[in-house]
């Protein structure tokens, strides 16, 4: 089975327009860096847990992160 990074590549597009690295995310968000660091890399997919918080850490809706 094939997995869709869709969402893991709208985080990282909206990182780059907010100026936001992941560091800051990892401490707005409490979604550990290293867990954001590999989604960003597209080595783990993002998990349903950790869309509400990366969202409100960006001011967006969680829909925002799944296009």
């Known amino acids: ?6 969402a893991n590549r709208e985080l990282k597009r ?7 690295t992941a ?3 990892a401490a707005r968000s409490g979604v550990p860096y ?3 660091s590999r989604a ?4 783990r997919p993002l998990y349903a847990d950790e ?13 925002a992160l799944l296009g």
């Open 1 to 6: 089975m094939k997995r869709d990074y869709g």
């Open 14 to 20: 909206l990182l780059g327009e907010r100026g936001i």
């Open 23 to 25: 560091e800051e995310l």
């Open 34 to 36: 290293v867990c954001l």
């Open 40 to 43: 960003l890399e597209e080595r």
């Open 51 to 63: 869309l509400l918080p990366l969202a409100r850490a960006l001011g967006v809706a969680v829909e």
